[in-house]
């Protein structure tokens, strides 16, 4: 799918990701999405993003985690009290807040994990849809965007993570398969 040029664009992209993410869930049998990630140690199958999902409802919580950083941002603009998408002491080591991210989530279940992801889902697909196009994909409008724009946020928490996401269940489960044989 092309980049998105304008809402009704991104918030059908957000959307198509997120049904490919839970298409690629559902094909999981209930050992597999149990099971723990064979490949988690080498960044170079999982990339370093998702080197602390040690299962998918790790990498569950973790998609939730980055979209309620989302809503934070957002509400922040919205109250006039802009701050930068990352918190202060996360903003040169984004990685070690992933780590944080998920070790949140080590008592979550995994239904849990998916029904928080839907609900922060939703909110993103609601949040997107409250800005103009003007907002979302005109760079400038809002400070803490720097160089880029909103819609450049929005993607980053839900479709290209999605997309990841989907990557990694596939590698997950032709590990398993494979582990199998």
């Given at each position: 799918?092309?980049?998105?040029?304008?809402k009704q664009?991104?918030?059908?992209?957000?959307?198509?990701?997120?049904?490919?993410?839970?298409?690629?869930?559902?094909?999981?049998?209930?050992?597999?999405?149990?099971?723990?990630?064979?490949?988690?140690?080498?960044?170079?199958?999982?990339?370093?993003?998702?080197?602390?999902?040690?299962?998918?409802?790790?990498?569950?919580?973790?998609?939730?985690?980055?979209?309620?950083?989302?809503?934070?941002?957002?509400?922040?603009?919205?109250?006039?009290?802009?701050?930068?998408?990352?918190?202060?002491?996360?903003?040169?080591?984004?990685?070690?807040?992933?780590?944080?991210?998920?070790?949140?989530?080590?008592?979550?279940?995994?239904?849990?994990?998916?029904?928080?992801?839907?609900?922060?889902?939703?909110?993103?697909?609601?949040?997107?849809?409250?800005?103009?196009?003007?907002?979302?994909?005109?760079?400038?409008v809002f400070?803490?965007?720097?160089?880029?724009?909103?819609?450049?946020y929005f993607?980053?928490?839900?479709?290209?993570?999605?997309?990841?996401?989907?990557?990694?269940?596939?590698?997950?489960?032709?590990?398993?398969?494979?582990?199998?044989?």
């Amino acid at each position: 799918m092309a980049k998105p040029t304008n809402k009704q664009e991104l918030i059908a992209a957000m959307q198509m990701g997120y049904e490919k993410l839970n298409e690629q869930i559902n094909k999981l049998d209930p050992a597999a999405a149990a099971a723990p990630f064979g490949f988690v140690a080498d960044p170079k199958k999982c990339g370093v993003r998702w080197l602390h999902d040690r299962c998918l409802r790790d990498l569950l919580a973790h998609l939730y985690e980055w979209q309620v950083l989302m809503r934070v941002f957002v509400r922040n603009i919205r109250d006039g009290q802009p701050k930068d998408y990352l918190p202060d002491e996360y903003r040169k080591n984004y990685h070690e807040m992933d780590r944080m991210l998920v070790e949140r989530h080590q008592s979550t279940s995994l239904d849990e994990a998916k029904r928080l992801l839907e609900q922060t889902h939703q909110e993103m697909m609601g949040l997107a849809d409250s800005f103009t196009d003007e907002q979302l994909f005109q760079k400038g409008v809002f400070k803490t965007t720097y160089t880029t724009n909103m819609a450049a946020y929005f993607d980053s928490v839900t479709t290209s993570p999605y997309s990841q996401a989907v990557k990694l269940l596939k590698l997950h489960a032709k590990t398993i398969k494979e582990a199998k044989v």
